[in-house]
C-alpha cells in the first residue's frame, strides 16, 4: 500500500487522497483501481495539484420488460418451490 496524504473533505461521502506524482507513477494501477471504487485521487507536482482520478459514470442499458418477459415464459416450471428445494437440500445433510 502506498502512503497517501488525507487531506480536506471532498464531498459527503469522504476525503479525497493526494499522491506525488511519483508515487502515482510507481502505484498508478492501484490508484486506478482505488479512483474507480469511487475514491477520487488527487496527483501532485511540486505541492499543486495536476491531475485528478475519478471513476467513469457508466450508464446502464435499460432492460426491455417484454424481452425479460419472454426468457421468464421460455422457462419451465419447476417441480418444487425454491424454499422447499433448499429445506430438503438441508434436511439431506448433503454438504
Not at 502515482?24 to 474507480?36: G, N, T
Amino acid at each position: 500500500m502506498i502512503a497517501v496524504k488525507r487531506v480536506g473533505t471532498y464531498d459527503q461521502d469522504g476525503v479525497m487522497r493526494q499522491v506525488n506524482l511519483a508515487e502515482a507513477k510507481a502505484h498508478f494501477s492501484e490508484l486506478v483501481a482505488q479512483a474507480a471504487a469511487g475514491e477520487p485521487v488527487c496527483i501532485m507536482r511540486r505541492g499543486r495539484p495536476v491531475a485528478q482520478l475519478t471513476a467513469v459514470d457508466v450508464r446502464r442499458k435499460r432492460i426491455n420488460p417484454s424481452a425479460w418477459q419472454a426468457v421468464t415464459d421460455a422457462m419451465p416450471m419447476q417441480p418444487e418451490r425454491a424454499r422447499d428445494f433448499v429445506r430438503r437440500m438441508r434436511d439431506e445433510e448433503r454438504y
